[in-house]
């Protein structure tokens, strides 16, 4: 059988060089980091075999880009996430709490003909607006069709960089490889419903309910003076499906029953394929495409997510709309790349308790 992979999305996938992980490497002596010993595959055929491989259980794909953020009036700047990400998680430690001998990194989408056009191109203007959107469009076909791909061969998903517009896509390729619908958790300041207007970073769950993708969704975290009117009428008319724990709601309580009031959020969840999405700007003062003045800590985020994913299902894990570039101080952009790849292992790690 030929080791080839057809599939224009796979086309657009850019590896990651040895020789960029011996750059970003720290090396120390007695030390081992992921880089050294997660799989990182340098071609086609080499891609091939891991997804074939059953004891890859976790692949990590970014998509650089911020077209979707853009087209939804929002700072640009998230393009810039799996750079600093990539580094933070390649210098992180292999030990005994995790090897990283089940995880590979796939590379990143080569985006940079639709960045290259969308950088002209001016939201305030209504023709570049639509153009904006247009392209979007263009990234949800290629997303989609990469997810897809890695949900066949049955690989917990992790995407990093991007903006929400992503979370349709990524959804599209999950539920068409399981032939059902998702239940999707969302930790966000934004409910992400935006009329269908053309698609950008505030429209995916919209989109994906309009087309019988999700069949559970809930926001934990929605802060109601980020969401228009329109956006709770959306919520009402599909009460069946979309739910919400808001930040008012998390305020009147103890912080220590923030997590059972998640538990109660997700009783539904818990059987069906779940996908997890993390927007960024839901962390107090992280630099993402939209700023948070009062939002979760960076330790009760990773507490949250550890429980979640403990709970769910998890076919997928979205970081979304995280811009370290935006960040004011070097170490902050450095801090900032850290901090995703601490999620990232978080989730793994919980999974790999859950399984063992």
């Not at 959107?133 to 992790?158: C, G, P, Y």
């Amino acid at each position: 059988m030929e080791n080839r992979i057809e599939s224009p999305a796979m086309e657009r996938l850019t590896f990651v060089s040895e020789e960029m992980v011996k750059a970003q490497i720290i090396s120390r002596p007695g030390e081992i980091k992921l880089g050294n010993i997660c799989t990182i595959p340098q071609d086609e055929g080499e891609l091939f075999s891991l997804l074939q491989n059953p004891e890859i259980k976790y692949v990590i794909v970014g998509i650089p880009e911020d077209i979707g953020i853009r087209a939804n009036f929002g700072r640009a700047g998230a393009e810039s996430a799996w750079r600093y990400f990539l580094q933070a998680l390649l210098n992180m430690q292999s030990n005994d709490v995790f090897k990283g001998k089940n995880l590979a990194i796939l590379g990143s989408l080569n985006l940079n003909d639709l960045m290259a056009t969308a950088s002209g191109l001016n939201p305030q203007h209504d023709a570049d607006l639509q153009k904006l959107r247009e392209l979007t469009n263009e990234i949800d076909q290629v997303v989609a069709e990469m997810t897809e791909l890695i949900a066949m061969h049955n690989k917990v998903l992790i995407v990093v960089g991007g903006g929400h517009n992503n979370a349709f896509p990524i959804i599209k390729g999950y539920a068409k490889a399981l032939s059902k619908p998702m239940a999707v958790m969302n930790f966000d300041m934004h409910a992400d419903l935006r009329a269908p207007e053309g698609r950008h970073s505030g429209n995916g769950f919209s989109y994906a309910i309009q087309n019988n993708l999700i069949k559970y969704y809930h926001i934990f975290g929605l802060q109601s003076e980020f969401n228009n009117e329109q956006i709770f009428k959306t919520i009402e008319k599909y009460s069946d499906i979309v739910t919400y724990t808001s930040y008012d709601e998390l305020l009147s309580v103890k912080r220590s029953e923030w997590l059972l009031m998640m538990d109660r959020a997700l009783e539904n969840f818990s059987i069906e394929p779940c996908g997890l999405e993390i927007d960024l700007d839901a962390v107090t003062g992280y630099p993402a495409s939209a700023f948070n003045p009062c939002g979760f800590s960076p330790e009760m985020m990773r507490s949250l997510i550890k429980r979640a994913t403990a709970l769910l299902e998890i076919k997928y894990v979205h970081l979304a709309e995280a811009a370290p570039e935006l960040a004011t101080l070097p170490i902050e952009k450095l801090a900032a790349g850290k901090f995703l790849a601490q999620i990232a292992l978080d989730v793994i790690k919980s999974l790999e308790k859950k399984s063992n």
